[in-house]
């Protein structure tokens, strides 16, 4: 079995493979920090779906969070007697990568264009919608070229609230009417209508780059079913994308 971990600002997603099959997972807030704190953590995930430790005989992970890094491998390789991939934008993923400095590029949003292309084909749009909103394009012949990046749904209502005196913090649901009759109706219009604005620009802009007319856009990350529920551009959610990025990466080690 493949244990995969994508740590985020916010969370954490952890899943098992069993060959080419996901057969648990988790998506969970980025809290732990000491390698003991996250490895009795993925110990008893396991647990909670009876799997036994000793069958996870490999394991990768991503991260954007550099102050974990240490902290997840040691975690992997004292409580699982595996050491552990860290895939970052220098890996071998099998994917070039055109941007002006690679190093720059965040590991996840390269996992996630290695499992889109793989799953869904090129060229491809992967809008994943977590702390941040990324948009990453691969280009017709594969390659990984860049993308966009915004603000996450939840960055963006924190910030109303903090800078906002009389704006209450809001739960994300989607109102009956783009117009809102209360102040957290209004708030939520702004942000999911807001933001589903947001996608259908940006994807219609890179389809006017050559080359990318007929990509296909997949949604991932936490708040991707709600704003494809409103967008007009987006073809498929993929909740799990990244994690299946990182088990093709990691079987192109084994």
């Known amino acids: 079995m493949l244990l995969v971990v994508d740590t985020g600002n916010t ?3 952890a899943g098992i493979f069993d060959g080419d099959n996901l057969i648990a997972h988790w998506r969970l807030s980025s809290i732990l920090h000491t390698a003991d704190e996250l490895g009795i953590y993925l110990l008893n995930l396991l647990r909670t779906k009876n799997i036994d430790p000793s069958n996870i005989k490999a394991a990768a992970f991503a991260s954007v969070v550099p102050s ?6 040691e975690a992997i390789k004292n409580y ?12 071998d993923t099998g994917m070039e990568v055109r941007c002006k400095n690679p190093r720059e590029v965040g ?4 996992v996630n264009a290695v499992a889109g292309r793989e799953k869904y084909g090129k060229p491809l749009i992967v809008a994943d919608y977590g702390t941040a909103i990324t948009f990453d394009v691969v ?20 910030a109303l609230f903090s800078k906002a005196a009389k704006l209450p913090q809001v739960a994300l649901s989607i109102p009956e009417s ?6 957290e ?11 589903a604005g947001l996608t259908d620009r940006i994807v219609e802009m890179i389809k006017n780059e050559p080359g990318l007319e007929n990509s296909k856009v997949i949604a991932t990350g936490g708040h991707a079913g709600l704003i494809a529920k409103v967008s007009k551009s987006i073809d498929y ?7 299946e990025g990182l088990k093709i990466i990691a079987n192109r080690r084994a």
């Open 178 to 183: 783009v117009i809102g009759r209360n102040t």
């Open 107 to 110: 590991a996840d949003r390269i």
């Open 185 to 195: 109706e209004a708030i939520q219009s702004g942000i999911l209508f807001g933001n």
């Open 237 to 243: 959610v993929d909740k799990w994308l990244t994690l």
């Open 139 to 158: 280009s017709n012949d594969g390659a990984y070229l860049g993308g966009a990046i915004a603000p996450g749904l939840n960055s963006g209502i924190s």
């Open 68 to 73: 974990l890094d240490f902290s997840m491998t």
């Open 80 to 91: 699982f007697g595996v050491v552990p991939l860290q895939v970052n934008a220098l890996s």
């Open 11 to 13: 969370t954490t997603v």
